[in-house]
């Protein structure tokens, strides 16, 4: 696996309460991705970074935040989790326009 | 980006090809075809790109018709472990935040049989 670690790898949270998802990765990529993923909807795009302090919506970000203060972390934070966020969150990154990105291995998150 | 249509779902025998097709009919000249597959449980795995060239790597091979409306993905020889979702996915290339993401659909589920 290319150098991306996603920490916690599962979390349970309760409604309401903020959580803050970790990407972290060792290849000095520049682009850097949160997608979710949800039975019946395939991968979506959150947010997206393109540099240090450089970040964009993507297509479903209501209810999420990014950051990314150095080029080796992503942060996702949810201000105040709901039950419609239960979901498994992965992160990517791409080195340029035209290569592959590559996947962490993601993080279940539950709200109850 | 264009959108694609993948079949829901295909078998294959272990052993054999496996041929995924691929339509985007409405892609544009500097618009790229990317491959990806999606093991259970696991995060989405790049396989292949390519422009207009047909191109093959140690994993499969992409074959791109020549008007670019369509394409297919070949497993030379699916595994069991070649079971998986595999998303086609075409991609701008050009300047601008929007350009920079992926945009998966549903994919095709192919499940290789022993």
């Known amino acids: 696996d290319a150098g991306i670690t996603q920490s916690p790898r599962h979390k349970v949270t309760e409604t309401g309460t903020p959580v803050t998802l970790r990407c972290h990765q060792t290849?000095?990529?520049?682009?850097m991705y949160w997608y979710r993923q949800d039975p019946g909807h395939g991968l979506r795009l959150i947010h997206y970074?393109?540099?240090?302090?450089?970040?964009d919506k993507g297509e479903v970000s209501d209810g999420y935040s990014v950051s990314r203060s150095k080029t080796e972390d992503f942060l996702l934070t949810l201000e105040s989790a709901t039950s419609s966020q239960t979901s498994v969150y992965f992160c990517?990154?791409?080195?340029?326009?035209?290569?592959?990105?590559?996947f962490g291995q993601g993080t279940r998150l539950t709200v109850v | 980006d264009a959108k694609t249509t993948q079949p829901p779902s295909m078998d294959c025998a272990e052993g054999r090809a496996a041929n995924l097709p691929c339509n985007h009919s409405?892609?544009?000249?500097?618009?790229?075809v990317y491959w990806y597959r999606q093991i259970h449980s696991q995060g989405p795995q790049y396989i292949i790109h390519?422009?207009?060239n047909n191109e093959t790597n140690e994993m499969a091979s992409l074959i791109i018709t020549e008007d670019r409306k369509s394409s297919t993905l070949i497993l030379p020889h699916a595994t069991l472990r070649d079971t998986a979702v595999y998303y086609c996915?075409?991609?701008?290339?050009?300047?601008?935040?929007?350009?920079?993401?992926?945009?998966f659909g549903k994919g095709t589920l192919l499940t290789v049989n022993p």
């Open positions: 990517a990154i791409s080195e340029s326009l035209v290569s592959e990105a590559f």
């Open positions: 290849e000095n990529h520049r682009y």
């Open positions: 970074s393109y540099g240090v302090k450089d970040t």
């Open positions: 409405t892609i544009s000249g500097n618009e790229y």
């Open positions: 390519g422009l207009k």
């Open positions: 996915i075409v991609r701008v290339h050009g300047s601008g935040g929007s350009n920079y993401k992926l945009t």
